[in-house]
């Protein structure tokens, strides 16, 4: 089995879809291979394609404040995103992009094997909810609710939660986004 860092080196190769021609660094992801938890973004934006790590950028500051609520730091979560390379103006990740990239986030995932996956927006829910097969529930209605995955293939725990980027923009969802981490503080420390 491939390690992250074997991965990641593949991943700067890549030219699976156009996003390597505009990208400046990819960003695989980063944390611990026994990372009991994972979180995953969409893709990156333009302060991760400069610096190939993700959530550097104000978005960033907010997760670590969001970790920092829930009882968590960088240093023990993975953190990656559906998409691997940055859409040119931050715009949403193509289905075509995601497709082209969706392998390296399986087998990240699969060395990995987290107990507890959090999802950060949209996207990265609506991967997991087809990778898992359960309902296509939106985030508006699900955020912050632990949600119980039994497959043949893992058994572990699915959180949707907002981007936060989306806090950044509207004060109503950063309320919402904080009061999500503080009441699952209790919930992720039973994986630390």
Known sequence: MPTLEDIARQIEE?????LYKTRNKPVPGEGPEDAKIMLVGEAPGRNEDLQGRPFVGQAGK?????????GLSREEVFIGNV?????????????????ACRHWLEEQFQV????VVVSLGRFSLAFFQ????IGKEPISKIHG???RI???????WL????HPAAGLYRGEVKAKIVEDWKALQEFFSKFK
Do not use: Q, Y
């Open 130 to 133: 087809e990778k898992f097969g």
């Open 112 to 115: 990995i094997s987290p107990r």
């Open 150 to 156: 039994d497959t043949l293939v893992w058994h572990g």
């Open 14 to 18: 890549c030219k699976a879809c156009p």
């Open 159 to 162: 959180v949707p939660m907002f």
């Open 62 to 70: 907010f997760l670590d404040e969001l970790l920092d609520l829930a």
């Open 83 to 99: 998409v691997k390379c940055r859409p040119p103006g931050n715009r949403d990740p193509l289905p075509s992009e995601i497709l």
């Open 145 to 147: 609710k632990p949600i």
